[in-house]
């Protein structure tokens, strides 16, 4: 059974910093990219960030790009989201998901939903003005 585990999602100040993390079981972790999205109240869910499964071939929304840092950890199952300089308008429910196997990430098609197969259940993060 597939499992992704959101983590560290908080409340903190504008221009703070969180580090999200994703414990993934259940898959073949080192062949399947992996994605960060994120929903705000009253809103659809957008993508934020995703990393290919090899060579960390990353794609950011232009929203975030230059603030936030996507990595993942072969060894720990686990990926990563650094974000710095937050913003209030980051408030949302932040989710984890995992790309079909083998399916690498490109700037056209890490965006689209419906190319990750597992979903976590969410992280929430605040933040303040």
């Known amino acids: 059974q597939v499992q992704l585990v959101e983590s560290g999602g908080g409340l903190v100040q504008a221009g703070g910093s969180l580090r999200l993390s994703c414990s993934a079981s259940?898959?073949?972790?080192?062949?399947?990219?992996m994605g960060w999205f994120r929903q705000a109240p009253g809103k659809e869910r957008e993508f934020v960030a995703a990393?290919?499964?090899?060579?960390?071939?990353?794609v950011y929304a232009d929203s975030v790009k230059g603030r936030f840092t996507i990595t993942r950890d072969i060894a720990k199952n686990s990926v990563y989201l650094q974000m710095n300089s937050l913003k209030p308008e980051d408030t949302a429910v932040y989710h984890c998901?995992?790309?079909?196997?083998?399916?690498?990430?490109?700037?056209?098609?890490?965006?689209?939903?419906?190319?990750?197969?597992?979903w976590g259940q969410g992280t929430q993060v605040t933040v303040s003005s």
């Open positions: 259940g898959l073949t972790f080192s062949s399947q990219a």
């Open positions: 990393i290919g499964w090899s060579a960390g071939r990353t």
């Open positions: 998901a995992a790309r079909y196997y083998g399916a690498g990430v490109s700037s056209s098609n890490a965006k689209q939903e419906s190319g990750y197969r597992y």
